[in-house]
């Protein structure tokens, strides 16, 4: 029976706008949830400046302090009107994979500036922004099969154990030069070793401890005795990073080695710098245009199919499989890419370490708005962001993935027409690192497999649309090869 004091929050004004009782959750649960993923995804300010840190073909760069700064501010910014406008618990920032994408690929192509780089994922934000608002995305993703979209959800689950053990270090990318090892093993040499490694240990039987036992705060808890455990080792033993831009260290922090920093004044020079037809101006229109069609699937898909998996796992999704303000939601991830674009971040996008806050409990976008306000403050002051290492957060990754996981059993393994595509699905999203690399391996299944059975009608001809796309995205390299485009 609810108590008086939860009464009383059910009928004020922030329950009824973001019906926080009405998806049985409540005001303590979405603030844990939006510090959870808040200490999830925050790597990205740290992370995101150093995969754009090469410079241009006219030899400048965007600088490390510009862009944490102004990556902090975007992600705030986006992730409050998530929360606000869409009313999910979905945080935005700038998404890894398009990010790395600009920084590499678009980025030796000779000529280009990031003005113009920045210009082409302006241009694939604008160019979604008119699908979502004419229907078509929203389209799109009512046409995709329900085993699909469980797939998605279980792929994006495998997908961010992945990353939690990754980054951790538990498990590590092997270099392959000699072309006889796998490319991934546990540890360093297959031994665990090192303290940051002891952290992540410590914090996973902790959180599944927590959470079998139903603790409140469970996956905040871990994150929190797990964050206070790693500073204490490195004020101790001064560990340091695994790489500090000179030397390598197996045993260190993958990235942040935890550390208080201070108070500085943001640096947003950044923002309105993109020229959205430099690119066109240097490259001429046919590898322009190519270059924004690989970025605009990209964040096309990759934003799709981390809102089903994640509104499948906060439970928000309707008995016909829809997402309440589903046309919002996709309304704000394409000004992601429009905003990300123009501030030369790169693209904003969903994260998928928004479970972190899902498995916390949070299911409205008032989590989002404690997110996005906790951007805010990071812009200004990073101790928050330096202190928590992914060793801190990576337990947390893999428990929730093991709770988008668990709903496999819903695909229908029998129908082998639904369960190869989802298989692939599922294997290739934490296989290639990438979501949008899962979706087009199971859209094209799909439909062939269909086709094959002789189901072809079966097949909504919004798949075959998509599953031609994906055919472009997968081979255009070899398209970019016959044009004679380097």
């Given amino acids: 029976m609810l108590n008086q004091g939860s009464q009383l929050k059910q009928g004020s004004a922030i329950d009824r706008y973001f019906k926080i009782s009405e998806r049985g959750s409540n005001v303590s649960r979405e603030i844990r949830g939006g510090f959870a993923t808040f200490f999830a995804m925050s790597y990205i300010v740290v992370l995101n400046p150093l995969i754009l840190s ?50 590499v690929t678009v980025a030796s192509h000779p000529g280009l500036t990031w003005p113009d780089m920045m210009g082409l994922v302006v241009l694939s934000g604008i160019t979604m922004l008119i699908l979502v608002l004419t229907g078509f995305r929203t389209a799109v993703f009512k046409a995709v099969p329900e085993a699909l979209k469980t797939a998605i959800v279980v792929g994006i689950g495998l997908f961010i154990a992945l990353i939690g053990l990754v980054n951790a270090g538990f498990v590590r ?82 990235l942040v080695a935890p550390k208080f920093s201070e108070w500085g004044a943001p640096d947003l020079s950044l923002i309105g710098k993109a020229n959205p037809f430099g690119a066109f101006e240097h490259l001429g229109f046919v590898a322009a245009a190519l270059l924004a069609f690989v970025i605009l699937l990209s964040i096309f898909f990759d934003a799709m199919g ?77 101790p928050l962001i330096n202190l928590v290492p992914f060793e801190a957060v990576a337990p947390a990754l893999v428990v929730v993935g093991f709770m988008m996981v668990s709903q496999v059993g819903k695909i229908d393994w029998q129908d082998w027409g639904v369960g190869i595509p989802a298989f692939l699905t599922i294997a290739l999203m934490p296989f290639t690192y990438s979501i949008a690399n899962g979706l087009g391996a199971g859209f ?8 094959f059975q002789g189901r072809a009608r079966e097949v909504h001809p919004l798949m075959w649309a998509v599953a031609a796309a994906f055919l472009l995205f997968f081979g255009i390299g070899q398209v970019e090869e016959l044009l004679g485009i380097k």
């Fill in 306 to 382: 981390t809102m089903v998996g994640l509104a499948n796992e906060a439970g928000t999704v309707d008995k016909n499989g829809d997402i309440p303000n589903v046309d919002r939601v996709l309304q704000v991830d394409a000004l992601g890419a429009i905003v990300g674009g123009g501030s030369s971040v790169s693209s904003n996008q969903i994260f998928v370490e928004s479970g972190a806050g899902i498995g916390e409990g949070a299911r409205t976008g008032l989590a989002s708005i404690v997110t996005g306000l906790l951007f805010i403050v990071a812009m200004f002051f990073t």
């Fill in 444 to 451: 094209i299944s799909y439909v062939l497999i269909r086709t």
């Fill in 54 to 103: 090469g410079a241009d073909s006219s030899g400048n760069s965007l600088g490390f302090t510009a862009v944490a700064a102004t990556t902090a501010f975007v992600a705030g910014i986006l992730t409050i009107l998530m929360g606000a406008w869409a009313k999910h618990p979905f945080a935005v920032a700038t998404g890894l994979g398009v990010n790395a994408f600009v920084a």
């Fill in 173 to 254: 990318r092997i270099p392959d030069a000699a072309g006889t090892t796998v490319p991934l093993g546990l540890g360093v040499d297959g031994k665990l070793m090192g303290w940051p490694t002891l952290v992540f240990a410590v914090g996973l039987v902790l959180t599944i401890a927590l959470v079998v036992r139903k603790v409140r705060g469970a996956i905040l808890i871990g994150i929190v005795a797990s964050t206070a455990l790693a500073a204490i080792l490195e004020f101790t033993l001064h560990i340091g990073p695994s790489f500090d831009g000179k030397n390598v260290n197996p045993r260190g922090w993958s």
